[in-house]
Each structure stands twice: as structure tokens, then as C-alpha cells.
């Protein structure tokens, strides 16, 4: 684990590194980058400890950043409007970021699943080295730019002689930002918004929670180096969508309404996490417990006390 270290990391309002920046800095000096578009989430962090410093992605000129040991960039546009916006700010802003800290001691760059092309059985498990197509139902032009940045990265880390590496990161959940999708499910059963289930199939995923992201993430960062690897980053158990709705129901009494089309409200992937375990070793937290954990906290008022 990081300690007593220096830290950037990117997007540290968000879902994901907000845990990251958060429980880095109990042992770390950590420097949490965004734009901060929430005044509040600027102040939560600063009360905790953490400096904040200003960060867009495909800024060009980074020389207000401050110098560190270690980069974490969670940071992305997840819902480019376009394909140059998707590549303009993901995939070159990240080169612009990856020059500024040429001589950190290693570079975090976390993809995303969606690079992956869709699997013919949904439930089949897919290693570093599948096929790529790249699809997110929520964006059309997100895992465009996911995979671009990735040719970047790779580039950079080379050019740069930069250690760093590559994770393509699942269905992440738990308590910060928008909740992941399961929280997302609460969201749809709360104002009657139907679920979309793929006819005749489930949506299976490796859903990880915000805690085990949080070790995985340093474990990785030990191997990052050039050329830089690219490894799976999701939970270890395989949960479709529509046995989260089920557990979700059993433990807020909400009530589900599903309804078939060609394709499910979420496309996932299920990952082969074989890498990331002889990485960073087993995760921690498992879907049941990590749900329950992220309900009593996002939605106390649904969920008993004796859950």
C-alpha cells in the first residue's frame, strides 16, 4: 500500500477516485484534481485534508499541477458529444498529462471495459487480450475514446520511458458520485422507470466495489511499467443485472418493473480476472455485502437496520 507518499489524483470528485483520494490520504499527501464543478465537493475534501487543485481534461499547459511520486487518472469524459471531444479531451489530454509527470514513479490510467466488442454469450468471461470493438449503450462515442486513450497511453509510456499501466475497470459501485449501476437500479424501481432485459438472455458483469478498487488499484500500481500492461480491473463473482434487481427487492421491498427488448438498458462484460489477481490478489468485498453497504449508506431510509 502508498505511504508517505506524494499523490495526483484525477477526477477526484467522481465515483470512482473519490474513495481512491480519500482513503489514500490518510497516509499519503494527496492532491486531488477536477474542475470542480460542485463547490461542494471541493470543500468536503478540503475539510478532510486533501489539497485540490484545478484539472480539465485536454488542457495542454498542466505547469499549475503540482509535482508528485505517484499519478492516479480516474479523470474522463464519460459522455463525449462528439468523436474529436472524446478524443480531444480523453485520449490527448491524457498525453498532455502523461508528459507533465514524465518522471513520476508510475502512471495509473484506468480504462474501461467497454473497449472490449460485445461476446456472443454474455456470460462468457473475457481475458486482456479479446477481441476489441468498443461499445457503452449510455454513450456513443465513450468507448471510442476509452480505446484511443489507450494507444496513447501506450505511447507515451514508451516515448516517455514512463512506468505505467493500463486497467480496464467493470462495474464499479458503492457509495460516492452517481452510485454505480446498482445504485442506479434503486433510481429506476424508486420512480417506476423500467429495466430493459435482453430477450431471452441475462446481463452479466463483475461488478467491484468502491473499497476493493481502492487496494486494487495500489497492488497494480506495483507493476506498472514499459511497455505498459494492460489488466482487467472488475469483482471477482459474476452477477447478472437482473439478480441485482432481485436482491436489491429483497432488501428495500422496491418492486422491479422489467421488460424485454433486443437489448438490455446495460450491455456488460464479464471479465477474466486471472492477471489482476496474480497482480494484486483476491477482492474483499462481495456483491451481496457491498450492495447492502452502499444502500444503508445512499438510501438508510429503504433499508432496515437488520439488514
Known sequence: MLNNVRVLVTGATG??????????NANNEVWAAARFSDPRAKQELEEQ????????????DLSALPDVDYVIHCG???????????????????????????????FFHMSSSSVYGLAADASEAVAEDAQLGGYASYSPHYAMSKQSTEAVVRFQARVLNLPTIIARLDVAYGTRGHGGAPMALVQFMKHGIPYHRAAGSESFCSPIHEDDIVE??????????????????????VVSMEQMLSYIESLTGLKATVEERDMATWQMTVLDNTLRKQMAGPCKVSWQDGIASALSVRYPDLVSQDE
Open 49 to 60: 485534508g486533501i489539497n485540490t487543485v484545478y484539472f480539465s481534461m485536454g488542457d495542454a
Open 15 to 24: 465515483q470512482v477516485a473519490r474513495p481512491i483520494a480519500e482513503a489514500l
Open 216 to 237: 486494487q488499484v495500489q497492488g497494480l500500481l506495483e507493476h506498472a511499467a514499459v511497455p505498459a500492461p494492460i489488466v482487467n480491473l472488475g469483482g471477482d463473482e
Open 76 to 106: 474522463c469524459n464519460t459522455d463525449p458529444k462528439t468523436p474529436d471531444e472524446g478524443i480531444s479531451q480523453n485520449a490527448e489530454g491524457t498525453g498532455f498529462l502523461m508528459q507533465r509527470y514524465r518522471d513520476v514513479r508510475a
